[in-house]
């Protein structure tokens, strides 16, 4: 018996996205290209008789604070599983900011459940579950089957068995990001007009470099009907400084490619430093 499991996954930036409706929950998602980045969700799980879930978020002090009492596609999984746990997430990143942590949190309390009750789950087990937990749930479509792996990712398919290429070991250079607020991706994902002009958007290429991914999630960006006011302000800069830049999919914020990207970013807030990741989610440790 485990008296304690953790686990960590990786976010997701998509860059650019088209929503594919498919014939079961597995073959629904979207399809598109992101980064999968090395600031994630860590989660802890102990026994529990009831179900429960605390979401940390730690600051750029360092403190930490609950932000969340509940998480319902978490407790959708526990549902699905049968199990009660005590599940507390940790991020150090905002959530609702487009950096796909909501699929990060899914990720890895599952594969963390798994472990903590010995549930015998494939690692392709785990990511369906999470998968249908976030399209159930609306509260996205491709980050989990994105975060199976690291690197620039690119999904020709929809749900976590759909065709997916990395591009690793990119000569990225520094990567940034600014958030100016949650965009709460699900009123995006139930908006048909919204959805409606994010499909005419859509790019029908993988990238082939890091620059031609930001080029793409640009146009993108740029058609689908989704930028705001301080995401306009903040590409403005960017592209004053030629430093290439695009909007962080669904969030009210802008990431950016470059040495000085930083300090043009730095104008309007607090850039985020990003690290592309170099794998996905994880098994940390499990205590008996
Ligand atoms: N770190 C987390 N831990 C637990 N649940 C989370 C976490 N992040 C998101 N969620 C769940 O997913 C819902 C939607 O989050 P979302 O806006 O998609 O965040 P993101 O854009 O970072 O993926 C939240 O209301 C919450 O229920
Ligand atoms: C862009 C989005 C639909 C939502 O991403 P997030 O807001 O980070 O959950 C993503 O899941 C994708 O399919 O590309």
């Known amino acids: 018996m485990v008296d304690r ?5 990786p976010g997701h930036i998509s860059g650019y996205f088209r929503r594919v409706k498919g014939t079961s929950v597995q073959t629904t998602g979207s399809i598109g290209a992101g980064i999968v980045i090395s600031a ?26 609950t932000v969340l009492t509940a998480s319902p596609p978490i407790a959708y ?23 796909g942590l909501s699929a990060a949190a899914l990720l890895s309390a599952t594969a963390a459940l798994n472990v ?29 089957a994105a975060c199976q792996g690291g690197g620039l990712v690119c999904r020709e398919g929809p749900g976590p068995d759909g065709t997916i290429t990395r591009l690793q070991d990119l000569m990225a250079g520094s990567l940034c990001a600014v958030t100016f607020g949650p965009l709460p991706t699900p009123a995006v994902l139930k908006s048909g007009p919204a959805m409606a002009a994010v499909e005419a958007a ?14 793409l999630s640009r146009q993108f960006a740029e058609h689908s009907g989704l930028i705001t006011p301080e995401v306009r302000h903040a590409l403005s800069l960017c592209d004053r400084a030629g430093v290439p830049a695009s909007m962080t999919m669904l969030g009210n914020g802008v990431f950016a490619l470059g040495d ?8 309007v807030g607090e850039p985020f430093h990003l690290e592309i990741a170099s794998g996905g989610f994880s098994i940390q440790e499990h205590v008996s």
């Open 40 to 65: 994630g969700v860590e989660a802890t799980v102990v026994p529990a008789d009831q179900p429960q879930v605390q979401v940390r978020e730690v600051d750029r002090a360092g403190s930490c604070s």
């Open 202 to 215: 859509f790019p029908a290429r993988c990238p082939d470099s890091l620059v031609d991914f930001f080029h």
């Open 77 to 99: 999984v526990m549902d699905r599983l049968e199990v009660t746990a005590a599940v507390t997430t940790v991020c150090t990143f905002p959530i609702g900011a487009g950096f």
């Open 116 to 144: 903590l009750y010995d549930l015998g789950l494939s690692t392709h087990q785990v990511t369906a579950l999470a998968h249908e937990a976030e399209i159930v749930h609306q509260t996205g479509l491709g980050d989990v």
């Open 5 to 9: 499991a953790v686990a960590f996954c």
């Open 260 to 267: 000085s990207a930083v300090e043009v970013l730095s104008a």
